[in-house]
């Protein structure tokens, strides 16, 4: 009866920590699309909204620390169950990172002037598109302990950081040929740049999952694959 007890509390344990993990992961997906729309419409309230909404984001990964440490702790928790607390863990830091991201592109909002001058503004909702998306997909890899989509998700960083080479390229055009707008194009080049630190940090994620789920690193997957299959 006490085996059975204990085994019902770690359950009960790691349904909350994946509860909190993907809370965390809803909150840091709705903070990058609602600053991304802040920013096309000039939004101030909206903008704010993210900015205040980022301190629920710190609370829940404190109770994800807090909890992943009283389950090592008093569970003392083996191979998969072990692998699945530590990236939980590590998972809720870099959730909050992605969401500091989102209130930092949710500041620059109110900061770009003349805002129908500039095309990026076209290219950057488009990356936040697909780093959206690989957030929320990381979440749902997280969720069903699914290495394959985890796998997956890192191949979509390259279009991200080919956005955002794109979008430097313009916004360094444009702040030549219009000194004016200089300050207005740097804000417009901090989003981007923080739109693809979303896309890296959804691929630290991604990776995370993976080892969690197999025990295994996505580098060492393809070291095992390129000797599988010989030299090129």
């Known amino acids: 009866m006490a085996q059975e007890h204990t085994v019902k ?16 992961g809803g909150l ?13 419409k000039g939004n101030e309230e909206l903008a704010n909204m993210v900015i205040a909404r980022d301190k629920r984001i710190d609370a829940l990964e404190a109770e994800v620390d807090k909890l992943a440490v009283r ?4 569970r003392a ?14 998972i809720a830091g870099v959730l909050e990172r992605i969401a500091d991201y989102g209130k930092n592109i949710a500041k620059s909002a109110m900061r770009v002037e003349n805002r129908r001058k500039f095309e990026p503004l076209t290219l950057i909702p488009a990356m936040a598109e697909i780093a959206g998306e690989m957030v929320h997909d990381v979440m749902t890899a997280f969720a069903a302990r699914d290495p394959a989509l985890a796998r997956e998700v890192v191949t979509r960083d390259d279009k991200v950081d080919a956005f955002y080479d794109s979008i430097f390229r313009n916004l360094v055009s444009h702040m030549m040929e219009n ?8 804000e417009l ?3 981007a740049r923080n739109v693809e630190r979303i896309g ?33």
Request: aromatic share 4%.
């Open 71 to 74: 389950v090592i702790a008093l």
């Open 179 to 186: 000194p004016a707008s200089i300050t207005s194009a740097a």
């Open 9 to 24: 509390a770690f359950d009960d344990d790691i349904t909350r920590l994946r509860g909190l993990i993907a809370e965390m």
């Open 28 to 40: 840091a997906e709705v903070a990058l699309h609602e600053a991304i729309d802040a920013l096309v």
């Open 200 to 232: 890296d940090q959804a691929t630290n994620v991604a990776e995370m999952v993976y080892y969690a789920a197999t025990g295994t690193t996505l580098t060492d997957r393809d070291e095992r694959d390129t000797v599988a299959s010989g030299p090129a």
């Open 77 to 90: 928790p083996m191979a998969d169950d072990l692998r699945e607390v530590i990236a939980a863990l590590k």
């Open 189 to 191: 080049l901090f989003v």
